[in-house]
């Protein structure tokens, strides 16, 4: 029962955080045909990018003569700035729009809604957390699997940084704002980077994308 809650209370927690915008420039119909001449960039959350690869390849398929091509991935925020400065004519936000955001010229199309699971290695025994336990392991309060019914083994956290979206959904579903994650957490930049490390690394803990769960099915245990 305790597994159901977490599982529910962070994916409703953070369903609209993680939407999946794309933001573009919208051109004039007499610009469109000169448009169609030159390359599509596209660049932006890492969370997002392995969606619109896919709708590119089906795009390709009905429109072969556009070419489209992905820059290196950045965040949300460099989405927006980006295209507003015409680096990117597509833009990647795995997030809702700020209210800044919203008076921009931009056009914004919502993709899909994503959740988000915390995971551990599957060298970890323990199946349930309380919200509480997630919060003080985050925390540094408890460091061993033992404290919470598992077997002896120093817990490893695994984080994400302060500016991404993913920490940002993390926060308000169970850390809050002000709390002070353990300097001894292994931050990694990207989801797949996450994603991989709680697979790899022993007594390890972190947080991911539903999404990436599903498509990539990597070895780990679902809390």
Request: aromatic share 6%; net charge negative.
């Amino acid at each position: 029962m305790k597994r159901k809650l977490v599982n529910v209370a962070l994916t409703a927690s953070v369903v609209s955080v993680l939407s999946l915008c794309c933001a573009e420039k919208e051109l004039p119909p007499e610009k469109l045909s000169s448009a169609r001449e030159k390359p599509v960039f596209v660049s932006g959350s890492a969370a997002v990018i392995p969606l619109l690869k896919l709708l590119a390849d089906e795009f390709a398929k009905k429109e072969p003569e556009i070419e489209i091509v992905f820059l290196p991935d950045s965040h949300s925020d460099a989405a927006v700035t980006g295209t507003i400065e015409n680096q990117y004519d597509i833009g990647a936000l795995s997030r809702e729009r700020s209210l800044g955001e919203r008076e921009n010229p931009l056009r914004y199309l919502h993709l899909a809604r994503d959740g988000m699971v915390l995971a551990t290695n599957t060298s970890v025994t323990v199946s349930n957390l309380t919200s509480g336990q997630i919060r003080d392991i985050y925390a540094g309060k408890i460091r061993n699997w033992a404290e919470v019914g598992g077997a002896d083994g120093e817990i490893v956290v695994i984080d994400r940084p302060e500016r991404t979206s993913a920490k940002m959904a993390f926060r308000k579903a169970f850390l809050g704002e002000d709390m002070q994650v353990t300097p001894d957490a292994v931050v990694v930049e990207r989801p797949w980077q996450a994603i991989e490390s709680i697979e790899w690394v022993a007594n390890s803990i972190g947080y991911t994308s539903l999404g990436e769960i599903v498509s990539d099915n990597p070895q780990v245990n679902i809390l």
